[in-house]
């Protein structure tokens, strides 16, 4: 298989093609700040479902120009992971379900290329477009590009300074490296669900997919890393990123604890802290508390706060020590006081006292806390498809660029013209052929 790819390599500027007044525009509306950290950094985003587009999310938020390459038929494979949908406006698209609330969550700031890179011709389109980008993250199975010209090997003769960041479950290397990677098979094998769930109950995974998310992160932080070492020596490189990897890292105090030990780790604690007491949820009149008291001085504040000072002075609870050792003594006494109130009426009650505490609550009414509403936690943006709607914001604040949501997550292939018109040297006729083949969409 060959492309006529060499020069474009060579070729680090290169010039803009004409775009109709409309596209200028779009663009002028869309340009990140150049005071966002990544402006001017280009990414080509080749994942799907949730560790991959975290990541390059993230980097979008930061100012990079994201290319996001989907499928031109089905697109990245949580286009179909529904309900709910944000319903589109457009009536005559009243058969289709929409676009899903999930690819919302995490494809904001990035440009949908409706691509097939099964045939040479689509192959041909990435290697143009790897030549122009910065960073290329993937999260196919080891040596599953390599077949198509895409892997790093081939494409850092391409472009020597491309940061080529690879997320997979287990990584390049090692027995399971061939294995496909899920977050909760992950959690599951390598400890975080054994640890997570109720003291008396079986394992549970953690509510969302944390360790995809954590994955992301580090794929993101790991990137610019490589931004700044490219800065000094002009060069590239392959980052390997695995969940299992990420998911064992995150283990952090309970893994050190486990190996200066030697013993196995002390298993599920719920809401509570192992070491200390009192500190888990507690059931009120209606609804749900937390209460951290992390040191003999808090736990007299809940004791005032609670209007039973003798414990404090209890010879079973007189010092956290004491308090593990009676943890449920302790801890069903405080239940029985804490029933007596409402949520509202004990955070009032600890409100100003200097002892953690919060009410636990479900989602909705976390994105309706004054406090997260307060940060620009949650933001309206205007989709072109489905009309207004809300997402939530990057909790990123600097103190001289504004990162935000620029552009809202796109459709299937909404910027497909534009971006082989800047990137490719296409002709309008060349895309429309390609377009009839089924390679774009």
Known sequence: MSFSIPSIALRRAFPR?????????????TTADPKLPLAGMRVLDMTRVLAGPYCTQILGDLGAEVIKIEHPIRGDDTRAWGPPYAKYKDLTNQHA????????????????????????????????????????????????????????????????KLIYASITGYGQTGPYSNRAGYDVMVEAEFGLMHITGARDGPPVKVGVAVTDLTTGLYASNSIMAALLS?????????????????????????????????????????????SIVPYKGFATADGDILIGGGNDRLYGILCQKLDRPEWATDPRFVTNGHRVQNRKTLESMI?????????????????????????????????????VRARNMVVKVQHEACGEMELVNTPVKFSDSQPGVRTPPPTLGEHTDELLKEFTNLSEEDVRALKEEGIIA
């Not at 695995?242 to 298993?267: F, P």
Request: charged share 20%.
């Open 97 to 160: 379900p929409g676009e899903s609330a999930y690819f919302l969550s995490v494809n904001r700031n990035k440009k949908s290329l409706g691509l097939s890179f099964a045939s040479p011709k689509g192959v041909e389109i990435l290697h143009q477009l790897a030549a122009k980008c910065d960073i290329l993250v993937e999260n196919y199975l080891p040596g599953g590009l390599k077949k198509y010209g895409m892997d790093y090997e081939t494409l850092s003769k391409i472009n020597p």
């Open 230 to 274: 490219r800065a000094n020596t002009g060069k590239g490189q392959h980052i390997d990123l695995a969940l299992s990897d990420c998911q064992v890292a995150t283990l952090a105090n309970i893994a050190s604890s486990t190996l200066i030990s030697g013993e196995k780790d002390s298993g599920r604690w719920g809401t509570a802290h192992p």
């Open 335 to 371: 239940e029985i006081e804490m029933r007596r109130k409402t949520t509202a009426e004990w955070l009032q009650v600890f409100e100003g006292s200097g002892m953690p505490y919060a009410a636990i609550n479900d989602v909705q009414a976390t994105l309706n806390h004054e406090h």
């Open 17 to 29: 093609v004409a775009h109709t007044h409309a596209t200028r525009c779009r663009r002028l509306a």
